[in-house]
């Protein structure tokens, strides 16, 4: 008994000397005597079983029971921090320490024990804890990032030292680690000019805090000289002061050399920050102090949230798309405006699953190899890849990296990628270009050749050694080649070549060469020029050449033949014109201009020459010209000229037709002209005779007309058939007669220019009619149909306009079979009034088209047939004057069927 009151005494001494929770334990802990729990726990003045289920948490409860069996076993002190239901019920943390009380056998009689309130220290743990956590995983992403970009990747301290550099870099560099981190720029293997280059842009950088951005060449360890584009980018702390810059810089040399010399710079990765690197190792031990561990939980969440800020900037603002992707559902957790333009996606996709956010990637393989990633921890890098999102093609190379969690499971994918489409596409433009072109060399039978600028190394194609005379097996040097060109021809394509490959330009030379084997001689066109390597390397001198030996002798030989024509046209006396179709450009020859009154060396307009036709032919004459032109008919007529400098009238006959250039894009109205004075003056004066001896014959033949008439009608009153049928055959013979006296005497008229048009209204369709009844009565044999019309209103010369339809008509009669039908018919197409006269005669062969309206010309089918060939050509004049159009469209065998309109009045006097 003393001894339970002295125990008893020690644990109220124990209870007054602590504010912690204190008790008192049976020898084997299955009984607390008394519990003090100053609030923390439920207190208890009397013994209590089953203690531990009240105040122990469930999940501890082992741990606890572990700890109390081995205290027992070794009689030794009790510690241990554990988790203990409070007495409201909630969870808390204590540090419970307990001693033996041991008997004079040794025997444990009891125990003491205290326990410490430690759950807030606990929480600052644990929020330490899942702080380091999440910075050792964005360190892992970081490295990550940078280990896996092509990129070089790199930091500077503000003493120009690098303080970071990616695997890339230290390739590129040809160095370790070791020897290149804290090392300047000199010490890195920059050249002076490159390292003062990049401190003055880092001293820019820190007092502008912009970032800068260039170009620059700079020799790759294994690669040789390379072209890089690079970015600085400031890196600020909380404060916005500039402590470190960091820089990307990519390799765009292959791009280069693709485009040329084309710079299409893309921006790169803009920030990476150095501090990432460095965690707090102070907060990795712990401070059993509350006071010390929110002190130093705070720095170390500070220096989180500035890792954290800097790293999702870093992510932000890449132009390499990058995204952070949970668990085997692919949440999306994060994705930084690159990638966000692939998908075609807006920020919203943040938090849902990839398959749900990105439904167009099911099918295309990329969920596939992101699950097999997940599944096997081994990570998966993507060459030009294939993909569409929203419709929009794209080219992309990726990295899907794992990146696992403590229990060394994959829990998150990181995905990069670089949009390379543009280079892709490129490349395949260039690739198609090539196939193309070696397509088109070897169907343009061209030879190839690529010269070395500097060592001049000359590579040739097996065409182009044919073209020299070589077999393909020679082997063929500048110097073969030029042997082979003819000796006055040698020194002027060696200067040419040696021009073309030190100074640049275009090479373009014509030159014969004879065979070497073959001894053929063949004129060779050949076209090059000099190509510079965008590295500043050598320059290559590239070409073709072909053969045109054919095409040369016949540009000779037309050269020869306009040399002959000129010398033609000149002893000919022949003017010769040109004029543009497009713009009517007037080129006239000096003989031309002599001929419209002109001296040699006045300039003469295509309006000026026409001004100097005489005033009766100039409307038709500027007409047909015209005709012509637009529609590419032969022009071939005769006219007056004025001299403008003389007034002398001259007679011309112009020939000149459409001549086509450059396939069609250049076309000319070319022609000559010569003088037709004299003929012209012979022709009228025989006009004026056949005029004269016309008109004279028309006297007596009109008195013999009036004494067959009155024969005719004293036969009737006798009823003397005989006399009746001879009188009426002379009357036609007289008629007949008369009508070609009448035409001659048109002709006449026409060719001396005394014709008139007495013009008045009528209507064409009457006209029709009385025209026909007249062919009736002379051709009573005649089979003549006629299909009325509307009212035709015209403003002509009505007799000449009648018998232009009596030609017609006798034409169709006269070469039809007896009998046979004779189709009349009338009608108005658009403006014209138009007449049809179809018979079903033998018809006219094509050659006879275009030349039966001319002045006496016959039919060969047709000489049985009386005639002089005037009819037609008088009715094609009358039809011209009154601004109307003849023409006519047969089939030898088939008949013919001739047609003539004439303009149609608005409202007439009829």
Known sequence: MNEQAANDERFRALVSATSDVVYRLSADWEVMYELDGRGFLKSSSQPIRGWRNINVYPLDMEM???????????KSMFELEHRVVRADGSTGWTMSRAIPILGTDGEILEWFGAASDISLRKEAEERLQAAMNEEVRQKQVYETVTSNTPDLVYVFELDYTFSYVNKALLEMWGKSWEDAVGKGLLENGYEPWHAKMHEQEIDHIVATGERVRGEVAFPHAVLGKRIYDYILTPVFDSAGKVVAVSGVTRDVTERKLIELEKQQLSDDLATINEEMAATNEELLAGNEDL????????????KLSRSETKLRYLIANAPVAIALVQGRGMIIETANA???????????????????AIPELIGQGFLELLDQVFTTGVAYIGKEEYAVLEGREWFLSFVYQPIT???????????????????????????????????????????TWWIHSET????????????????????????????QITPEYQNYVSEKLEAAITVGGNYDVTYPVVGFHDGVLRWLR???????????????????????TESYLAVKNIERAEESLRLAIDAAELGSFQISVTDRTFIASPKFKEFFGYLPDDEVPYEVAIEQIHEDYREIIASKIEDSIVNGIRFDTEYPVVGFHDGKIRWVRAIGTVQHQNNGVDSYFTGVLHEITERKMDEMRKNDFIGMVSHELKTPLTSLNGYLQLMERNAKKVEDKFLMGTTGSALKQVKKMSGMINGFLNISRLESGKIVLEKSHFNLNELILETLEDTSQLESSANISFIPCEQLPVFADQDKISSVLSNFLSNAVKYSPS???????????????????????QGLREKDLEKVFERFYRVEDNINISGFGIGLYLSAEIIHRHGGKIWVESEFGKGSTFYFNIPLVVSSAL
Request: net charge negative; proline share 2%; glycine share 10%.
């Open 819 to 841: 009998g046979s039908e004779v189709k009349v018919s009338c009608g108005i197409f658009g403006d014209m009034a138009q007449v049809t006269v179809s018979d079903q005669g």
């Open 64 to 74: 606890v029971n572990n700890a109390i069996y081995k205290a027992i076993a070794s």
């Open 526 to 548: 050949a076209v090059g020029n000099l190509k510079e390597d965008p590295s500043g390397g050598f320059s290559a001198f590239t070409g073709v050449v072909m053969e045109i």
């Open 338 to 356: 690159k990638i966000l333009e692939i998908w075609g996606k807006s920020d919203s996709v943040v938090g849902k699953p990839l398959v749900e």
């Open 456 to 483: 001049r190394e000359f590579v040739t194609s097996d065409r182009l050694k044919e073209l020299f005379g070589f077999y393909p097996f020679d082997q063929v040097s500048i110097a073969d080649a030029i042997g």
């Open 405 to 447: 969690g403590e229990d060394g499971i994959v829990d998150h994918i990181l995905i990069t990628a670089t949009d390379v489409t543009e280079l892709v596409q490129s490349r395949h433009k260039v690739e198609a270009a090539e196939t193309a072109m070696r397509l088109a060399i070897e169907a343009a039978n061209f030879g």
């Open 291 to 302: 006071i010390n561990a929110r002190d130093m939980l705070g720095g170390a969440l500070e």
